[in-house]
C-alpha cells in the first residue's frame, strides 16, 4: 500500500514546547524525506533518510527513520514561531521518479 | 543559493483555454517533475521528465496534459482544455540524482479556472 499516515493531524503549541510527529506506513521505505510547506508556497526539502535507524539532525530538528524502515519521526526542541508550517513526510511511489507525500501535520506555534 | 522558479505566480483561466505554466529548475538538475496540490488536499505527483522524454507519469496526466523543455533551461507544462476541476496549485521541482536524493520544489503556480 501507498499509504503515509502522519500523526497528529494538526498541532498547537506554546513556544518553547518540544514536539514529536509521525509518519507511518505499513511498507518498507527506500528512502524518505521530510518537507515544509508555508501556505501559497511549495515545499521545502529538510532532509533525506536512508539508512535504518539513521537520526539527523537540523539545528532544533531531529530526524529519525525506524530500524525496519517503515517509520520516522521529527522532533522539534524548543518550537519557535518561524517553525509554524505544515510538515510533510514522502517516500518514493511506484515508480522511481515520483514522490508520495503523507498528509501532513499542520503544526501552529504560538508566541 | 540556487532555486526552481516558476512563472506566473497566479493565472486565471477561462474552462476551454489552454495555459501554459513556466518552470526554470536548477541549473545542474537532470530530472524535473510537475506536482499539483488542490486547496486543502495532499501533493500529487503528475510527471517526471528526464533526458528530453517523460520517463513517469501518473493517471492524473492524461492526454490534456503535456510537457517539454522547449530550450536548455525551461521546462513546461501545458494543459489543452482547462476544466473547473484543474484549478490547484501546481509545483514544479528538480533533482539532480533519482535515488536517495529529495526533489527541490518552486514556489509553485495557482491555476484557476473559471
Known amino acids: 500500500t501507498q499509504l503515509l499516515e502522519q500523526s497528529p493531524q494538526f498541532l498547537s503549541i506554546q513556544e518553547g514546547e518540544n514536539l514529536t510527529v509521525y509518519c507511518n506506513s505499513s511498507s518498507v521505505f527506500s528512502s524518505l524525506q521530510w518537507y515544509r510547506q508555508e501556505p501559497g508556497e511549495g515545499p521545502v526539502l529538510l532532509v533525506t533518510?536512508?539508512?535504518?535507524?539513521e537520526v539527523k539532525k537540523l539545528k532544533r530538528l531531529t530526524f529519525q527513520f525506524g530500524d525496519a524502515r517503515k517509520d520516522s519521526s521529527l522532533h522539534i526542541t524548543a518550537a519557535q514561531p518561524g517553525d509554524t508550517g505544515l510538515y510533510l513526510c514522502a517516500r518514493r511511489g511506484t515508480g522511481a521518479n515520483n514522490l508520495f507525500f503523507g498528509t501532513g501535520t499542520r503544526l501552529t506555534v504560538i508566541p | 543559493e540556487p532555486e526552481v522558479t516558476q512563472t506566473p505566480s497566479h493565472q486565471v483561466t477561462q474552462m476551454g483555454q489552454e495555459v501554459i505554466l513556466r518552470c526554470v529548475p536548477i541549473?545542474?538538475?537532470?530530472?524535473f517533475y510537475w506536482y499539483r496540490q488542490i486547496l486543502g488536499q495532499k501533493v500529487e505527483f503528475l510527471v517526471s521528465f528526464y533526458n528530453n522524454e517523460i520517463s513517469e507519469k501518473s493517471e492524473i496526466f492524461d492526454d490534456q496534459f503535456s510537457v517539454e523543455r522547449p530550450d536548455g533551461s525551461n521546462f513546461t507544462l501545458k494543459i489543452r482544455s482547462t476544466k473547473l476541476e484543474d484549478s490547484a496549485m501546481y509545483f514544479c521541482?528538480?533533482?539532480?540524482?533519482?535515488?536517495?536524493?529529495?526533489?527541490?520544489f518552486g514556489p509553485g503556480t495557482r491555476l484557476t479556472v473559471l
Open positions: 521541482a528538480s533533482s539532480e540524482a533519482l535515488r536517495a536524493g529529495g526533489q527541490f
Open positions: 541549473s545542474n538538475h537532470l530530472y
Open positions: 533518510v536512508v539508512t535504518g535507524g
